[in-house]
């Protein structure tokens, strides 16, 4: 319940910045709400080939989860 009311008020406190906001600003939000939205896909994507990968080959060491995360970060 707290999460609901929390973002119906981040909703309006966003809206009501965005009636104020100048054209170029609001095509701005939509790139960077695309963006995440296609982060979170990969994300999701990521998470469904890493189960396939597990279902395949059995589970991975978490030394190879670590090299690979540490690979990622560079």
Do not use: C, F, P
């Not at 982060?39 to 279902?55: P, S, T, V, Y």
């Amino acid at each position: 319940m707290e999460t609901t009311t929390r973002k119906q008020a981040l909703i309006k406190a966003i809206y009501e910045r965005l009636e104020q906001a100048y054209e170029d600003t609001l095509e701005d939000v939509i790139e960077l709400l695309d963006i995440r939205k296609a982060e979170d896909q990969e994300d999701i994507k990521a998470l469904h080939e890493g189960r396939e990968d597990i279902k395949k080959n059995g589970t991975i060491s978490w030394e190879q989860v670590k090299r690979e995360l540490a690979s990622e970060s560079i």
